[in-house]
């Protein structure tokens, strides 16, 4: 699978600031790609998703960006907050197979 | 419901005994899926259904796993002769048109314990 072990990577960000959170996928096929939340004892919370006739799609306060030349998706988060500490999983779903695969989260710590 | 709901939120048991994880999914929704996610990592897809039938078990670790959704609504998740590798907090999910790219609604799980 996806997962390399208990070793989340983190990025720290000072309050206030803008975060950018990048994840690589794996299948040149993968035709839907999504970013999910997951704080401390909860399940994964839906935040955005793209598929893959898009570059770029954005939300409140949020936006996602896809490079599928080098197979990368990022999470760029605005003006980050305390609340917005937590794990962020992006996942993927290879065109035909109607399941989203998981990748390596990456935590998410705010500064004060 | 609101969500999806899944009980027990918490399972301990010995090595050996059998356990049956219930999820309810949202109220409506066409696909229910099962993940299994272990400490600091990804969920792992395991299985999901379309109403009543099973799509893909590809994920189910080896045939002590087993999951049934007999009237197309709530789900059940069994492991026979459960063994302490088994232990991790297991997801339900579920979406709503039964399509290919869809955003999954996530359950809080169940943690398993094997003793």
């Known amino acids: 699978g996806e997962s390399v072990g208990l070793h989340l990577p983190t990025l720290s960000v000072q309050e206030g600031d803008n975060s950018i959170i990048n994840c690589a996928y794996s299948?040149?096929?993968?035709?839907?790609f999504i970013w999910y939340k997951q704080e401390s004892g909860k399940g994964p919370q839906f935040i955005i998703d793209?598929?893959?006739?898009?570059d770029k799609r954005q939300g409140q306060r949020v936006t996602v960006l896809l490079n599928k030349t080098v197979k990368h998706l990022s999470l760029q988060i605005a003006a980050t907050q305390p609340g917005d500490s937590a794990v962020y999983f992006c996942?993927?779903?290879?065109?035909?197979?109607?399941?989203?695969?998981f990748g390596q989260g990456t935590r998410l710590t705010i500064n004060p | 419901g609101a969500g999806v709901s899944q009980s027990p939120r918490y399972k301990v048991t010995k090595r050996g005994q059998d356990v049956a994880l219930r999820c309810d999914p949202i109220?409506?929704?066409?696909?229910l899926y099962w993940y299994r996610q272990a400490l600091g990592q990804g969920p792992e897809f395991l299985t999901y259904?379309?109403?009543?039938?099973?799509?893909?078990k590809s994920g189910l670790p080896n045939d002590r796993f087993s999951a049934e959704r007999p009237e197309g609504s709530i789900s059940t998740l069994t492991i026979q002769r459960t063994e302490q590798r088994d232990s991790a907090m297991y997801r339900c999910?579920?979406?709503?048109?039964?399509?290919?790219?869809?955003?999954?609604?996530f359950g809080s799980g169940t943690q398993l314990s094997v003793l």
């Open positions: 109220s409506g929704h066409v696909s």
């Open positions: 259904f379309n109403y009543e039938a099973q799509q893909d």
């Open positions: 299948n040149s096929a993968s035709d839907y």
């Open positions: 996942a993927e779903n290879i065109v035909g197979a109607q399941k989203l695969v």
């Open positions: 793209i598929r893959s006739n898009m």
């Open positions: 999910a579920s979406s709503l048109a039964g399509a290919s790219g869809e955003k999954l609604f």
